[in-house]
């Protein structure tokens, strides 16, 4: 059974630019989180999707939105960069069988902003 | 707001030692998740070891085990018999059953000394 797969594994943007990061979960996975990873906060929780629908959202800007298609993959997108957003970009997936819950992550997307 | 605090920035172990790694969370919920993450050095993050709340018994996977006690809201992990591939940053986290919200620690990043 395939991982969780994230694209693209390293890009580089340059400050005002906007970036998409996607991620596909694990078949037969409906839920979909995000994550920034940076060294100084840490993991930070951005949003989740289940079944398409925002179920959750951390506390970042509006410039970071996200989206979930039928077949579960997510997009996430940020516009006008920071060089404060520089950071892992984490995609995980999650599901729950028989009242067990588990959070499967991606590799990360490492996006660095100029 | 839920909290996880990692009072541990960096640890080190000799091989084949035990090392315990700490974790204590803010809480007013009775009922939740606990977890141990792993991130070897660019690698995807894994699930070490998961705990319910619910449970009294002390999870163990192979040579990790967790000493939870949850009217103190502690939740160490125990390495025993450490080994060099252990060598990696550790998150502990928490999942409110309530509203799905995971919040993280900040992380401890262990050694493992040859």
């Known amino acids: 059974k395939a991982g969780v797969t994230q694209t693209p594994r390293y890009l580089i943007k340059t400050r005002g630019q906007q970036v998409t990061l996607s991620c596909s979960p694990i078949s037969g996975h409906r839920s979909v989180s995000w994550y920034q990873q940076t060294p100084g906060q840490g993991l930070q929780f951005l949003f989740e999707y289940f079944s398409e629908t925002q179920r959750n959202k951390g506390n970042f800007p509006g410039r970071f939105s996200g989206r979930q298609f039928s077949n579960s993959r997510s997009e996430m997108n940020v516009s006008t960069l920071e060089l404060g957003d520089s950071a892992l970009y984490l995609c995980?997936?999650?599901?729950?069988?028989?009242?067990?819950?588990?959070?499967?992550f991606g590799e990360g997307s490492r996006l660095t902003v100029l | 707001a839920q909290t996880v605090t990692q009072s541990q920035p960096e640890m080190s172990v000799q091989e084949a030692e035990t090392v315990t790694l700490s974790c204590t969370y803010d809480t007013s919920e009775s009922d939740y998740y606990l977890f141990w993450y792993k991130q070897p050095p660019s690698r995807q993050m894994i699930l070490v070891i998961r705990q319910e709340a619910y449970k009294q018994q002390n999870a163990t996977e192979n040579r990790f085990s967790v000493n939870f006690q949850k009217a103190a809201k502690s939740f160490s992990l125990k390495i025993s018999d450490s080994q060099l591939g252990d060598a990696a940053m550790y998150f502990c986290?928490?999942?409110?059953?309530?509203?799905?919200?995971?919040?993280f620690g900040a992380g401890t990043r262990l050694t493992v000394k040859p």
């Open positions: 995980a997936s999650s599901s729950e069988r028989e009242g067990i819950w588990e959070l499967f």
């Open positions: 986290a928490y999942r409110s059953l309530n509203n799905n919200d995971m919040r």
